[in-house]
């Protein structure tokens, strides 16, 4: 759960002014054999566009915004859906949720909360596949505004856990996640290579500056002793001599 700053004084005059809700991150984690190839995000439109800014997968899977089918309904205007494919798209994006929650008119009375959902078989880390949500919270007195969008938690996971794409979807969705693991393969052997070579360099520059070292030395000796021997020469002879 992320819960915003509210230690300081100026976070609470900010958030007098404008408000600051608290956020609830609901993280789902999938196993590999209980979901299918799936890069799907919904959120608010803003929000949408920094995700498929910032986030890896949908960088490199979800190129652009679905657009509404037709003859179809779809979300609510202030929403924006990024995924793989139109096939994800609308297979998630079922009737049920747009009554519920994602529908224009239901959005308007139940989405007050609702930020974000992710839904992805190609996270960076341990957990490859996942989804996840976020809600901005209420007030206390108003929790029961969470009913619906804690709903699709239970409703995702049985969903996405079922959901099979189409073989031409599938072969699709195959080439392109081969691609991607080729394309880091090439990346990691790049880092690897770019790793050695700093480390020969710096290996190289350890020695130059080791050499550079000793040959200052055998320059200083060497500078010693010629002031000696100039030292020496300079010195007046004395001839010594013995009485008889």
């Known amino acids: 759960m992320e819960l915003k700053s509210r230690h300081d004084l100026l976070s609470r005059i900010y958030n007098m002014v404008i408000p600051c809700k608290d956020e609830i991150s609901i ?29 890896r997968d949908l960088q490199r899977f979800a190129g652009s ?7 179809r309904k779809w979300v609510a205007e202030e929403l924006a859906v990024v ?35 992710h839904v992805s078989d190609q996270l960076p880390g341990t957990h490859k596949k996942m989804i996840l ?47 991607a693991a080729q394309e880091a393969y090439k990346e990691l052997q790049s880092a690897r290579q770019e790793a050695l070579q700093k480390k020969k360099t710096e290996r190289k520059k350890m020695l130059e500056e080791a050499e550079a070292k000793l040959s200052a030395e055998a320059i200083r000796k060497k500078e010693e002793k010629e002031r000696a021997r100039q030292m020496k020469k300079a010195m007046p002879k004395v001839k010594m001599t013995r009485g008889h």
Request: hydrophobic share 45%; no cysteine.
């Open 27 to 55: 993280e789902v984690y999938i196993n590999d054999d209980a979901m299918d190839h799936v890069v799907f995000a919904l959120a608010r439109k803003k929000m949408a566009k920094a995700m498929q800014k910032e986030l």
């Open 83 to 117: 995924s793989e494919s139109k096939e994800v798209a609308g297979d998630l994006i079922t009737e049920a949720v747009l009554e519920q929650v994602f529908g224009e008119k239901s959005f308007e009375k139940y989405g007050k909360g609702f930020i974000s959902m």
């Open 133 to 179: 949500f976020k809600f901005a919270l209420p007030d206390a007195n108003n929790m029961a505004d969470m009913t619906r969008l804690v709903a699709l938690v239970p409703y995702y996971i049985d969903l996405v856990g079922r959901y099979k794409l189409s073989s031409q979807a599938r072969s699709k969705t195959d080439a392109a996640r081969a691609k």
């Open 65 to 71: 915004v679905v657009q509404p089918p037709n003859g």
